[in-house]
């Protein structure tokens, strides 16, 4: 028999039990518990629920064993999902164009958890030489400890991948563009090289946000991202998703996603969707702000060279202004080479109105430096690079900041 009180809660449908009941009978410590009291259905209100749960109560054995977890057409035990984190789920997926999605409490949770439901033992995965590298670092593990064959490639390689797809080659992973050396790959080459040879093109969507790129539109299976940055908008939540268009790719995934456990809290589930309906403005309040910051940029003497994928001497700017619709606020310079590493050092450490630190998508702008050469194998001797992340501050200021960092050199 299930306990009314259950059912506490908006929800139209539901029983309603108003005060005036006659009250169960039972003792102060159950009544801590356990409370008759339900509120009136029909509640309704913008911001969605947060069902905050693990343990979720079912209407009777028959649903228990019904082990439904799956198909998200009922609900399990927390970790499986909530209204509120299928309301996201729901959201993302058309957001992306795709049909099922999947969340993960980061964006490398979200790698991860493609990985773990698509390779195994002896199985090939290729990833571009520009990729996360934090997602490098996984298929280096899967390689020393997985029997996963990792292999590397060119990011503008474009259709000369095919003759990197082995029979073995399951997963090629894609990020467009390559979120610190700015490489815009050929997406729709690389999907129909992997497609002709019977493997999945997994997408690292982060930096267009599922807004300046359409994943499924250039033909990848599954797009993954980091709401961590645009979609929460805060730089206050961590949190991944992967989205799909097979049921039968999604229901891989989302075994891994079971077994390894990715729940998400109801809080941060809520935090990205209030994120939500405004990013589209957030993300062209930044992308114009980095444009005219870039642009700005290229005109000086001290860089050598703008890293923008709108800008047509970034590598695969075609690719970009083939596929993309915009561009957000993350670019990278490459200083002229007469600056030593100490100066380049000096201008990040003078800068006042960006924060050094990682990540982007949130108000504050952010800079990072980066020591390119330890982390390619292609980079040697090409100068400094240093990553900015243009916030939602006045494009002026910013660009005065970096004038005085500049004068520091
Ligand atoms: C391109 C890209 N993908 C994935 C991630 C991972 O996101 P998270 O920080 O939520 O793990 C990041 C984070 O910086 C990223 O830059």
């Given at each position: 028999m299930v306990p009314w009180h259950i059912h506490a809660g908006p929800g139209a449908g539901m029983p309603c039990h108003p005060w005036n009941r006659a009250m169960t009978k039972k003792s102060l410590q159950t009544a801590l518990i356990h409370t008759d009291?339900?509120?009136?259905?029909?509640?309704?209100?913008?911001?969605?629920?947060?069902?905050?749960?693990?343990?979720?109560?079912?209407?009777?054995?028959?649903?228990?064993?019904?082990?439904?977890?799956?198909d998200k057409s009922a609900y399990t035990y927390g970790l499986h999902g909530t209204p509120t984190t299928f309301t996201l789920e729901a959201r993302l997926a058309e957001i992306e164009?795709?049909?099922?999605?999947?969340l993960a409490p980061s964006g490398l949770a979200a790698i991860s958890m493609i990985d773990f439901g698509l390779l195994k033992s002896g199985d090939?995965?290729?990833?571009?030489?520009?990729?996360?590298?934090?997602?490098?670092?996984?298929?280096?593990?899967?390689?020393?400890?997985?029997?996963?064959?990792?292999?590397?490639?060119?990011?503008l390689i474009g259709a000369g991948i095919a003759e990197l797809i082995a029979p073995n080659t399951r997963l090629v992973w894609t990020e467009a563009p390559g979120s610190?050396?700015?490489?815009?790959?050929?997406?729709?080459?690389?999907?129909?090289?992997?497609?002709?040879?019977?493997?999945?093109?997994?997408?690292?969507?982060?930096?267009?946000?599922?807004?300046?790129?359409?994943?499924?539109?250039?033909?990848?299976?599954?797009?993954?991202?980091?709401l961590t940055k645009y979609q929460s908008g805060g730089s206050d939540v961590l949190m991944g998703?992967?989205?799909?268009?097979?049921?039968?790719?999604?229901?891989?995934?989302?075994?891994?996603?079971?077994?390894?456990?990715?729940?998400?809290s109801a809080d941060d589930a809520y935090l990205v969707m209030r994120g939500l309906p405004t990013m589209k403005?957030?993300?062209?309040?930044?992308?114009?702000?980095?444009?005219?910051?870039?642009?700005?940029?290229?005109a000086r003497p001290e860089i050598a060279r703008v890293l923008h994928p709108a800008f047509p001497d970034c590598p695969g700017h075609e690719h970009w202004r083939r596929d993309f619709t915009g561009a957000g606020g993350l670019f990278s310079v490459i200083f002229d080479a007469r600056y030593s590493e100490e100066q380049t050092d000096r201008f990040v450490d003078s800068l006042a109105l960006f924060g050094?630190?990682?990540?982007?998508?949130?108000?504050?702008?952010?800079?990072?430096?980066?020591?390119?050469?330890?982390?390619?194998?292609?980079?040697?001797?090409?100068?400094?690079?240093?990553?900015?992340?243009?916030g939602l501050e006045e494009t002026d200021d910013l660009i005065a900041d970096i004038a005085q960092a500049l004068g520091k050199l």
């Open positions: 009291y339900t509120p009136p259905a029909g509640f309704g209100a913008y911001p969605p629920a947060i069902h905050h749960a693990s343990t979720v109560l079912f209407e009777s054995v028959a649903a228990l064993r019904s082990g439904q977890w799956k164009g795709g049909t099922q999605c999947l090939g995965v290729l990833l571009p030489d520009n990729v996360y590298n934090p997602n490098r670092e996984l298929g280096r593990w899967l390689s020393a400890d997985f029997g996963i064959e990792a292999r590397y490639y060119d990011p610190v050396s700015m490489e815009v790959p050929d997406l729709r080459s690389i999907c129909a090289a992997a497609h002709a040879r019977g493997a999945l093109v997994a997408l690292d969507n982060t930096w267009s946000a599922g807004l300046a790129l359409r994943g499924f539109d250039v033909g990848v299976d599954i797009v993954m991202t980091a998703a992967v989205v799909t268009r097979e049921q039968a790719v999604h229901d891989r995934i989302a075994m891994a996603h079971m077994r390894l456990g990715m729940g998400v403005l957030r993300f062209e309040a930044h992308d114009a702000s980095a444009r005219k910051v870039a642009a700005w940029l290229q050094l630190g990682y990540s982007w998508g949130g108000p504050n702008s952010l800079v990072v430096p980066y020591r390119m050469g330890t982390i390619r194998r292609d980079w040697q001797g090409k100068g400094t690079l240093v990553r900015f992340n243009i």
